[in-house]
């Protein structure tokens, strides 16, 4: 196994993620519990130090799972993450309240590392707003020694993460992102990881694979990749990929049985950085996936100067991208959320001012149009 250093501690790069645990019956909520211990049992056999679960992960039931699986071990043996639930607005208030939840359902005293939950457009407000003190209660219980290390995740845009930073860099550790080799350009994953490094903070990567999109290509995906060297696996190209970005630490993995576990472990076995050749080959075949599914907008901004309903149509093509690639999904409907009801794609009256002075020539107003039946 390879570990990284944190600040003392030796984290295993692979981490396991807690959201996608077996189940039975094909029933989220259902976790199997037989079968978290078992992957349990040979995560930590074979190195594996970090967990790391959520309020809402398997209808509540990952905790629980991830809690019991992890008592059977030496408490200095692992590292466990959990996490603020902020992406529901009505727990703002709740943050003691949960925080105690957590605890009694993991079984522990503290957390190692705990995340304000997945920081976006609908609820950066909310977490700066001084009325809740979430930020004040989760100080206090690291000062306390109840959470050791202090963190986010972020879903958002640019502007969303850099307003965060802004606000709370100076008390975060580390932050957990969504990144990947279709990331890296299509979610501005670049532009992330060079803030942060700016603010100093370490990365930990959650979606490697793209939800599976990257451990199941077409046969001439599969090909193209082939072609660099035959003997790697698909998935590995994109955990390989990982280990090529300075500033990465753990890399959250979602398995959800001891198949995937064992491949990853074998993987995480050495760390092999891409040759510069084959980072921009799989840069390329990222950037490939989405091109069919994708417009082009480069964001130049001539068409909101000419909307009449004064709608921020990069912004909105942004999120038809990544709702279209995805194949629905929640990013878009929650980033949406944040926008007021007379400036989404609904709003569009299918004019076409805004194709009228589009150098890319896109049909805009068709976009808005399916974005609308999609959502």
Not at 44 to 53: A, C, H, K, L, S
Not at 180 to 204: C, M, S, T
Not at 311 to 331: C, K, Q, S, W
Request: include cysteine.
């Amino acid at each position: 196994m390879i570990y990284k250093e944190f600040q003392g501690l030796k984290l295993s790069n692979l981490g396991m993620g807690c959201m996608r645990l077996p189940v039975t019956e094909g029933k989220d909520a259902a976790v199997d519990q037989a079968a978290v211990e078992q992957m349990v049992a040979r995560a930590m056999e074979r190195g594996v130090n970090y967990y790391d679960t959520a309020w809402g992960y398997h209808g509540g039931n990952s905790e629980l799972a991830v809690g019991k699986a992890l008592a059977a071990y030496p408490r200095d043996s692992f590292y466990l993450a959990d996490k603020f639930p902020g992406y529901d607005l009505s727990n703002m208030g709740k943050a003691e309240e949960i925080f105690e939840a957590q605890r009694k359902k993991c079984r522990v005293e503290y957390f190692d590392f705990y995340l304000f939950h997945n920081v976006c457009e609908m609820n950066i407000d909310a977490y700066l707003d001084p009325r809740y003190g979430i930020l004040d209660y989760l100080l206090e219980q690291k000062k306390n020694g109840r959470i050791r290390h202090l963190g986010f995740s972020c879903h958002g845009a640019m502007p969303v993460l850099r307003r965060f930073l802004e606000a709370y860099g100076a008390y975060m550790e580390f932050c957990q992102l969504q990144l990947n080799y279709i990331d890296w350009l299509f979610q501005d994953g670049r532009e992330k990881v060079a803030l942060l490094e700016r603010f100093h903070i370490p990365v930990w990567v959650m979606e490697p694979l793209r939800g599976g999109r990257l451990a199941q290509l077409s046969e001439r995906e599969t090909a193209v990749l082939r072609t660099l060297r035959p003997e790697r696996s698909v998935p590995a190209w994109a955990f390989r990929f990982l280990q090529s970005i300075p500033g990465v630490s753990v890399i959250l993995s979602g398995m959800s049985d001891l198949n995937q576990l064992e491949e990853n472990l074998s993987i995480f076995d050495t760390e092999e950085p891409l040759t510069q050749g084959e980072w921009e080959a799989v840069l390329a075949l990222g950037g490939e996936m989405t091109h069919p599914k994708a417009l082009a907008c480069t964001a130049c901004r001539y068409c909101t100067a000419h909307c009449p309903q004064g709608l921020d149509i990069p912004r909105l093509l942004a999120l038809y991208n990544e709702h279209r690639f995805t194949g629905g999904g929640f990013i878009a409907p929650m980033a949406l959320s944040a926008i007021p009801a007379d400036k989404r794609p609904e709003a569009c009256t299918g004019c076409r001012s805004c194709e009228a002075v589009c150098p890319q020539q896109l049909k805009i107003s068709e976009a808005m149009a399916e974005f609308r039946s999609l959502l």
